[in-house]
């Protein structure tokens, strides 16, 4: 059901931001917007991960906004950059490769559109497709709240997740009920798509992404050892997550 609210901030003309990774989730959001939201107040943002995101991802994207605006957002440092800066990974305590390379500079596009798109009068919905499913983190965020940070500067600015609610299979089976097909990774075996090695990624796809992507993979490894720090949360190195050697 869509809430109220939602329906008001549409015949407000509000701007609804789809943040799109090219994963199930944004897939899925984007078709939830697609029916909902006329595509005059619609708005495609994608993070560009240089070096570490998946080959294909933008291309993905754009071939199911249809005739929805894209711009792509990108950091002022890349992922190893930044990694290098700190002299260690991420971590779920530390994700600073969400505030630094996805958060900050999406935000920062919202606003220059905004400036730039004076008919939407600073009101915009930004849509995220975090999922209650996911984790017990994820479970108990609001799907809806106003977000007083950035109301500022004649802005009006919700945060919403609209499909919260739904499970990993009614995602899948919503992106077919569409005619569109999900990301090539998934067909690959992978069970999430955000950068090739994430910090939160499992075993299984920690080892797939090192079959699909060895020479990055290497860079990983090399980096694990050179600064004495490993990526996944377990604290184990790489080859001895996956089994294989580099």
């Known amino acids: 059901m869509v809430p109220d609210l939602i329906e008001h901030l549409i015949k407000r003309g509000a701007l609804f931001v789809c943040n799109d990774s090219g994963g199930k ?10 029916r909902l939201v006329p595509a ?10 240089p070096e570490v995101e998946w080959e294909g991802s933008e291309d993905h994207i754009r071939k199911y906004a249809g005739d929805v605006p894209v711009i792509i957002a990108h950091g002022t440092k890349t992922f190893f950059e930044m990694v290098e800066h700190r002299q260690r990974f991420p971590s779920p305590s530390t994700r600073q490769c969400t505030s630094d390379l996805k958060r900050g500079p999406l935000e920062r596009e919202i606003r220059r ?12 919905v930004n849509c995220m497709g975090m ?5 017990p983190g994820r479970s108990k965020l609001m799907s809806l709240k106003f977000n007083s940070a950035n109301s500022k500067a004649g802005r009006e600015w919700y945060d919403w997740l609209p ?13 077919r009920a569409e005619g569109q097909q999900p990301f090539w990774t998934y067909a690959k075996g992978m069970k ?19 079959g699909l992507r060895p020479e990055l993979y290497q860079r990983y490894v090399e980096t694990e050892r050179r600064l004495g720090f490993t990526l996944s949360m377990s604290r184990k190195t790489l080859p001895e997550i996956t089994g294989i050697a580099a």
Do not use: W
């Open 163 to 175: 499909i919260h609610d739904l499970t990993t299979r009614q995602v899948f089976d919503l992106i």
């Open 131 to 135: 999922r209650a499913e996911e984790s």
């Open 25 to 34: 989730d944004s897939q899925a959001m984007k078709i939830v917007l697609r």
């Open 192 to 210: 999430r798509k955000s950068c090739c090695f994430c910090i939160m990624a499992c075993q299984s796809d920690l080892t797939i992404a090192a």
């Open 113 to 124: 559109y905004l400036k730039a798109h004076p008919e939407f009068n600073g009101l915009v």
């Open 40 to 49: 005059n107040q619609l708005l495609v943002l994608h993070a560009h991960l």
